[in-house]
């Protein structure tokens, strides 16, 4: 069964600095592999998602992730943190197999401190 | 485009009564899907669609119906309303006709629904 592993609830990291939010992930086939963002009392915004080809994905908003093969995981960075990225992430995971069921991980919240 | 449109936006229940949460949108996008998310567990995939006509189960399907008679709606049907379905309840819809790189969940602004 396919499951995603975010391992930090929070993440505090101050404005300027780089930032890490991490997502690990188990699947039968191939992952396919995703970042949403979601702000207060608001739906998911889409980031970035790998599919395949180069392990570093860019997406919206500055935002980059790592897809690692051998350590299974797929780990959102920035170069430079801004207050306004403060928000809720969640990492997701759809398998190759056919089927359209997307795992999400719990969520690691983000806050960017002044 | 207004996108993945819910309604309504918040709803009390009282439990055993039924109601449906409506979800619509205009991108004639094939696939659409029901999550809940609830403190400390993320999304969890209630049901979801590919076409018309086609549904199957999530992760968490019971308490809950769906139908998808268009690909416009994709409503979510509570039969008898239960405490535990307190939540809030997203829906997202995607392309699939274009491959993976089209595949991309985007998603409605949320129904709060509390079940006393």
């Known amino acids: 069964a396919q499951s995603v592993a975010q391992p930090e609830d929070q993440v505090n990291v101050a404005e300027g600095n780089p930032l890490t939010v991490k997502c690990t992930y188990s699947?039968?086939?191939?992952?396919?592999l995703f970042w949403y963002v979601q702000y207060p009392n608001r739906g998911l915004q889409f980031l970035l998602k790998?599919?395949?080809?180069?392990?570093l994905v860019k997406g919206s908003y500055g935002f980059e992730a790592e897809f690692n093969k051998s350590q299974t995981s797929f780990h959102l960075k920035k170069p430079s943190a801004l207050v306004s990225d403060s928000a809720l992430y969640f990492c997701?995971?759809?398998?190759?197999?056919?089927?359209?069921?997307?795992?999400f991980g719990t969520g690691t919240r983000l806050k960017v401190l002044a | 485009n207004a996108g993945v449109t819910q309604t309504p936006k918040f709803q009390v229940l009282k439990t055993g009564q039924s109601m449906t949460l409506q979800c619509a949108q205009d991108?004639?996008?094939?696939?659409m899907s029901w999550y809940r998310q609830d403190p400390g567990m993320g999304l969890r995939l209630i049901h979801y669609?590919?076409?018309?006509?086609?549904?199957d189960q999530g992760e968490v399907p019971n308490g809950y119906n769906v139908s998808r008679s268009t690909t416009e709606d994709f409503p979510l049907r509570l039969l008898s309303a239960a405490p535990s379905q307190t939540s809030v309840y997203f829906c997202?819809?995607?392309?699939?006709?274009?491959?993976?790189?089209?595949?991309?969940?985007?998603f409605g602004p949320g129904t709060r629904l509390l079940v006393l």
């Open positions: 997701a995971v759809r398998d190759g197999s056919g089927t359209y069921k997307y795992i």
């Open positions: 669609s590919v076409g018309a006509g086609i549904t």
């Open positions: 699947v039968s086939g191939n992952p396919y």
């Open positions: 790998y599919i395949t080809g180069d392990n």
């Open positions: 997202a819809s995607s392309r699939t006709s274009g491959g993976l790189r089209q595949e991309t969940q985007y």
């Open positions: 991108m004639n996008h094939e696939y």
